[in-house]
DNA sequence: CAATTAAATTATCAATCGTTAATATTTTGC
DNA sequence: GCAAAATATTAACGATTGATAATTTAATTG
């Protein structure tokens, strides 16, 4: 992570730090959960003292909470220019493909997404990935009314619910590809970031999309 | 749960006790996680003091894994009988909808496998799961080789690795489901152990292997 | 019913948790 | 370069964790 490209402006000392934690407080909270995590971890990992942290982050919870934001702000911007740019039907259906690439540049972020849906349900951490999956919904049940590409039965409660499990279908085959790691270097001996298995991964979430909108 | 039906032979009260321990548990496990959880608040749910689980479970650990095994029991059970029954190819089309069935009787189960797949790698929990999928690999695996339903390309390894990322799709997919109880309810307004909505999955759940199985 | 075993309780333990206070050390901006 | 601000450290805190010992209560069995 830590994303030190060229878009690095000058960032002072601090800032640095500040993303190195973020950077340990990833890969732990993904590997271990949010309780399973302790700060000692988290300090040892970016290679400063427990208290430290606090200079960087108010408290635990508030360090979770920027370690989701910082890595659901690339899906929900990449989501907005996607619906933003085009909205015909078919760029929905490569959403699934784009997100595989996103997830693939920082593959723990997946487990995070998972754990905070699970979450109890006042966390600010489950709030964030429901709010964007809200958006995502809120945009398929757009484009599908506008389209009407699939079976619109007249009761919209119906539809919701149809639609909803799509949606949430999508989600799981996305984020659970990569939640899978272990589970396939077991089965196939191979590993989930080849290019191979993406390619086959992305022609497996194309296939489902075509399969539901046939109804 | 606790599975005090006709079948419940004269248990002794310790042994009644142990079933409300592991139902306590089950519960507090999936919602929380494993770290998340405390024996205080299993002992409580239970209706008992804390150093009283002790008579029963040597560990917090041990009934971790009590848990877990009095889950995945059942659905080792159904796809063993699964298997030696009839092998033609449809029955193993109908797998998803039978292990749907058997998680809507326990719905909490789907988040305890799927935090089992995540934990650390030589955990007995993880263990579990992982050799649960092993066996449905195995069994697709013979039962492709035995049908050639499927696009044999000659490679094994190819073949495996995308027998591996299907078997996991729908692994995601019927788990998934259960994980995804509350985001359902905000976004559709409804549950999603609906009959209606059950119905629904499972017809989604045979579209996708039907897409599969076109290759 | 009485004796034995099983199961529950109270009290307590060391270890670890997240967090704070007080202080020392760097970085930063003029 | 020097003052001010930012960032680090050491030391310690109350709370909670999983677990044990000693003991009392309840259940099982002959």
Not at 34 to 52: C, F, H, K, W
Not at 88 to 112: N, S, V
Not at 159 to 170: C, G, H, K, V
Request: glycine share 6%.
């Amino acid at each position: 992570m830590s994303d030190t490209g060229m878009t690095a402006k000058r960032q002072t000392k601090g800032e640095k730090t500040a993303q190195r934690i973020l950077d340990a407080a990833a890969d732990l909270f993904a590997s271990q959960g949010y309780d399973g995590t302790s700060l000692r971890q988290i300090a040892q990992g970016t290679g400063i003292t427990e208290p430290a942290l606090y200079n960087h982050f108010a408290s635990k919870q508030a360090l979770y909470e920027a370690v989701l934001h910082r890595g659901l702000n690339p899906m929900a911007q990449a989501l907005a220019e996607h619906i933003d740019g085009a909205s015909r039907l078919r760029d929905y259906t490569e959403l699934p493909a784009i997100m595989t690439d996103l997830l693939l540049e920082h593959p723990q972020m997946a487990a995070l997404f998972q754990q905070a849906m699970q979450g109890d349900a006042n966390s600010l951490g489950t709030q964030l990935v429901a709010a964007w999956l809200e958006r995502l919904f809120d945009e398929g049940r757009r484009s599908l009314t506008r389209y009407g590409a699939v079976a619109n039965s007249g009761d919209r409660d119906q539809d919701n619910a149809a639609l909803a499990i799509n949606l949430i279908a999508m989600f799981n085959l996305t984020t659970g590809y990569f939640l899978s790691q272990r589970a396939f270097a077991t089965l196939a001996n191979g590993n989930i970031t080849d290019p191979d298995n993406i390619a086959r991964q992305k022609r497996l979430l194309h296939k489902v999309i075509r399969a539901m909108l046939v109804s």
